[in-house]
């Protein structure tokens, strides 16, 4: 025997609004997570009653009365230098795919000067096939024991051989090594499989100077848009953004909102 139309609609509109419960109770228990905890200084703050103080020392001057970015990047790497637990040079590099979806992971600045801020990576890996394809990028780094970042903007290019090959000695052997046992993005099957590959080269380069791989080398950023960010209170925060057309032209300087 069926159940009637009016009390199997019932049955089913009583069960979705039993799952939409469900589900809201799960949604609501998320979105109540309480993040205040995370930043109890933001806390202390956002009292109405408390004066706008500047709380970080600015140990390389006044930002915003640079006229030129490079020189003030330097200052900033060196204030991370002293002031940063591990990796002052650590940067989050973002790029496209061929479909256009953006990409981004960290690596480490090795150099930067006039022509642009340099970086070292498998050709072959995920990063090296979607700047082949479409070289142009991002930075950031961000100093959080400094509440800084900087953001730079441009075209990118690989670097000469001469350059990639005296970088190249000055790495740890093992790092060497890795250059070669690691195709970088690839599939791997196991650690055991990698392990094996190490060892390999390790017995393959064990007397003498280790070659770079053919398909490992630099690119360089030359930025045509840099941006410096400083942390304040009430999220007043400084920004200054420099702008260029191309390299070697002037930069020109804007303050923008926060």
């Known amino acids: 025997m069926g159940v009637p139309p009016r009390m199997h609609y019932m049955h089913c509109h009583n069960m979705h609004r039993h799952n939409m419960h469900r589900h809201n109770m799960y949604y609501h228990t998320v979105a109540r997570t309480d993040l205040a905890a995370l930043r109890p200084q933001w806390n202390s703050e956002m009292s109405e009653s ?31 230098t002293r002031s940063e637990p591990a990796d002052p040079t650590a940067m989050t590099l973002a790029t496209v795919d061929s479909d256009g979806l953006p990409n981004a992971r960290m690596v480490l600045l090795k150099g930067f000067d006039e022509q642009g801020f340099v970086f070292y990576t498998n050709l072959d890996s995920q990063k090296g096939r979607e700047l082949d394809a479409t070289p142009k990028g991002a930075l950031v780094f961000h100093w959080k024991s400094l509440s800084r970042q900087v953001r730079l903007r441009g075209p990118l290019e690989r670097i000469e051989d001469q350059e990639a090959d005296a970088y190249f000695v000055t790495r740890p052997r093992l790092a060497q090594i890795g250059a070669w046992a690691s195709k970088q993005s690839a599939p791997l099957e196991s650690r055991l499989a990698f392990e094996k590959a190490v060892a390999f080269y390790m017995a393959k380069f064990a007397v003498g100077p280790i070659p770079r791989p053919a398909n490992w080398s630099g690119y360089r950023l030359m930025p045509l848009i840099i941006e410096f960010w400083q942390d304040r209170p009430y999220r007043l925060h400084d920004r200054i953004e420099f702008r260029r057309g191309g390299g070697g032209e002037p930069w020109s300087k804007t303050r923008l909102y926060p």
Request: hydrophobic fraction near 45%; glycine fraction near 4%.
């Open 50 to 80: 408390a004066p706008i103080q500047h709380p970080n020392k600015l140990t390389s001057g006044d930002f915003t009365e640079a006229d030129e970015p490079l020189r003030l990047f330097a200052a900033w790497l060196a204030d991370a």
